[in-house]
C-alpha cells in the first residue's frame, strides 16, 4: 500500500493506494498465459479449483455478515459465484473430481476465516478484493479464455454475473465504500487488509504458475 491523500473519498484512496499492489497481480504472469491460450486447459481448471476454496469461503463470511450494520451492505446475493465455479469445474474436470487446494489457497482461506467472519474491515477487504477484481480485469479476462479453450457457454460461468451490470455495479459498490461507517482505525485495518488480500491473490498464483510453467 502506498501513501494516499487523507481528504480524498475512501473508494479514491483505496484505487490509489493500492495500485502497485494491483499492477503486481496483474503481472504476475499466470493470467496472461491463459489468456493468450499459452497453458494447458488442466491449468484453467486449476485456477478454477483454487477459486472454487476460496469463494466457499468468502460466500461462507458473507452469509453470516449479511445482517451486520456495517458489512451487510455488501451482501448481493446476485454475486454468488461458488455454483458458477462448481458448474465450471464439471465442465473442466467431469462429475465429482477430489479437488485439492495449494498451499497458498490454503493460507488465503485461513486468513479469510481470521478476519473476514466477524470483522466488517476484514470481509469488505476481502470482498472488494475479488468482486471488484472480477468485474474489472475478469471481464477481460473470461472471454479471453473462453475463446482461447474453446468453451462455449459452459466453463467459464464464473465470469458472468446473470443480471448486473458491471460498469454500474462498480460505481454504486464505491459508492458504498464511501458510506461505510468503518470506525476510525477500522479503516486503516481495512486498507491494510487490501494489500494483503492482494498478496494472498499473487501467491497462489505463483504456485499456479510454478506448477503450470
Ligand atoms: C490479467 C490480470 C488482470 C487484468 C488484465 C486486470 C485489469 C483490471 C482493469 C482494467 C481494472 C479497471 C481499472 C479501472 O477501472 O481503471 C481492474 C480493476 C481491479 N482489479 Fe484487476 N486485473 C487483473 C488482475 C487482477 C487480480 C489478480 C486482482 C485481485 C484478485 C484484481 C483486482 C482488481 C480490483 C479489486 C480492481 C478494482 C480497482 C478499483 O477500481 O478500486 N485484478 N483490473
Known sequence: ???????????VRLRTGTRMDHDAAQGSGFLDRLAAGELP?????DLATQ???????LEQAAAVMATDSVAGSFVFPE?????????????????GPQLTPLPATTEY?????????????GFVAHHYTRYLGDLSGGQYLGPAIAKAYALNGAGHRFFVFEGVSPPAFRTRYRELLDQAAFAPD????FLAEVTEAYRLNIAVLRELKERWA
Open 1 to 11: 500500500m502506498t501513501l494516499a491523500d487523507p481528504m480524498e473519498k475512501l473508494s
Open 41 to 45: 486447459r488442466q491449468a484453467y481448471a
Open 51 to 57: 477459486h472454487w476454496f476460496i469463494y466457499e469461503t
Open 79 to 95: 454475486l454468488t459465484r461458488l455454483p458458477a465455479l462448481t458448474d465450471d469445474l464439471e465442465t473442466l474436470l467431469g462429475p
Open 109 to 121: 482461506c485461513a486468513r479469510l476465516r481470521a478476519v473476514a467472519f466477524d470483522h466488517p474491515w
Open 186 to 189: 477500522d479503516e486503516q485495518k
